[in-house]
């Protein structure tokens, strides 16, 4: 891992008059990192750059536009994400824009294997969900706004999605609405599930409730144990809402007190149905399955991120009062822990083992080695609350534009 850091260290050191965006590698001597070359920026020109474990050479970008975002399965299968959502594949041998789907800007991804990856966003046509089978991308003509029920396809965006396999996948969109005084927008959640066949629009959740959670967070522990987290709009401010689906249908988590709402909710994450964390804006949430407690909290600053690999690793991560960084709180099945990130606004957070964890910043990622945190310029731009996904074997990230996968 030291060897890979310094590698990013080297790519970005070198940057000179570009701009690296994304990173991924299958191993030390196989190495992409992508971007723009900052002075011609005007001309949006994709820049790829690839280090074979001597040296680091530009590569053409096939026509691409500014590059965000890279990721693959092996070394000869990579794939590199423009700004208005151009896929270029690597095959070992060259790099081509294989035909494909109309171009999406993409909100959230999920991926059960390399031969089944998702990715929902938004394009010019609408709402789209986009799925690569291990030859090529498609386009799902399911997921759509008139689908949905919901207004055109810049009104809804699919922020959350979670999924337990290949035929059991959960997206949350959230619908923006206009407010008949032209004052703002009303939001509330849709909720779509794919069964291995088709997508269809949940019918269970209260109407009640779908009026005014906008969701941020989807989590599970299996078919039959999903939790849905975000915000209420409340005056004077905004609620947490969290939602619960029993395999049967969704409902509202009537559990939580009104003290524990009192902010919204930004994060979810469980290891089993009697160990559910939510992260709020000042505090942790537990659920051990009788009852919730806040073994985290906090009097400022911003909201908590909760991640871990199982019950004894487990992480609450906020950014610090006085804008200094992160301050992130690890849970060994025994006591808390408590380290300072600096230098990071953290966007989203990913733990893949008790000696393996990413937290995500604008511009910046911090690793965690089982000791301590350490930083590594990703290259990721605009990464939000919960997209980091990690499916047991790889880590995938989604950027405003772009997928990115990391080892």
Known sequence: M?????????????????????????????IWAVGHATAAFEGNAGLIRHYDGHAWTDLPSVGAAHLYGVWGSAADDVWAVGITGELIHWDGRSWSAPEGPPHV????????????VWAFGNDEAGLAALRFDGHAWRRSDLLDAATLGAGTGSDVAPYAVWGSGPDDIWV????????????GTSTSTILVHWNG????????????????????????TG????????????????????????????????????ADRASAFDDVWAS??????????????????????????????????????????VWAVMDANDGSGAVASRWNGTEWRQFVVPGIFPRTLTAISP?????????????????????????????????????????????????????
Do not use: C
């Open 197 to 220: 066949q088709t997508w269809t629009r949940d019918s269970t959740l209260p109407a009640q409730i779908a009026a005014s959670l906008f969701i941020d967070s989807l989590w599970g």
């Open 172 to 183: 949350g969109v959230v619908d923006l609405d206009p407010l008949p005084n032209g004052n």
């Open 355 to 407: 000696t393996n964890a990413w937290l995500v910043g604008d511009e910046i990622a911090f690793h965690w080695d089982g000791q301590a945190w350490t930083p590594s310029d990703a290259g990721s731009t605009m990464i939000g609350a919960g997209d980091l996904y990690w499916d047991g074997q790889e880590t995938w990230a989604i950027a405003m534009w772009g997928l990115i996968r990391h080892p």
């Open 105 to 116: 800007v993409p909100f959230s991804v999920w991926g059960s294997g390399p031969a089944d």
């Open 272 to 313: 089993g149905p009697n160990d559910v964390w939510i992260g709020g804006g000042d505090a942790v949430h537990h659920w051990n399955g009788q009852a919730w407690s806040k073994p985290v909290s906090s009097t400022g600053g911003g909201g908590y991120l909760v991640g871990g690999s199982g019950a004894d690793d």
């Open 2 to 30: 030291s060897e890979l850091l310094g590698l990013i260290d080297e790519a970005f050191r070198r940057n000179d008059a570009n701009d690296i965006e994304g990173l991924w590698g299958s191993a030390a001597n196989d």
């Open 223 to 258: 078919p039959n144990d999903v939790w849905g987290v975000g915000s209420v709009q409340v005056p004077g401010g905004l609620d947490g809402g969290a939602i619960h689906w029993d395999g049967t249908r969704w409902s509202g988590v009537t559990s939580l007190s009104a």
